[in-house]
């Protein structure tokens, strides 16, 4: 089986499409980051960005709606 990337690059022109959707749409975005972490300090690196983000999520409106580990996937 070949292994898929780890991590997606969108285009130009996927980025001008999400913008134009976003600027038709009163509808919010809504981001997914689905990340692997390594053995080490790379989930406390990321649980102490979580928290500093906040405020600024908080300044446009966004929020967070879902954490959690996943021990399985499909």
């Known amino acids: 089986m070949t292994a898929?990337?780890?991590?997606?690059?969108?285009?130009k022109e996927q980025v001008r499409t999400l913008v134009a959707a976003s600027e038709a749409s009163e509808d919010p975005i809504v981001m997914v980051n689905?990340?692997?972490f390594n053995d080490g300090p790379g989930?406390?690196?990321?649980?102490?960005?979580?928290?500093e983000v906040q405020p600024h999520l908080n300044r446009v409106g966004g929020s967070i709606l879902y954490v959690g580990d996943a021990h399985q996937t499909v």
């Open 4 to 11: 898929l990337p780890q991590h997606i690059d969108p285009t």
């Open 43 to 51: 989930r406390d690196s990321y649980l102490r960005y979580a928290t």
């Open 34 to 36: 689905l990340l692997k």
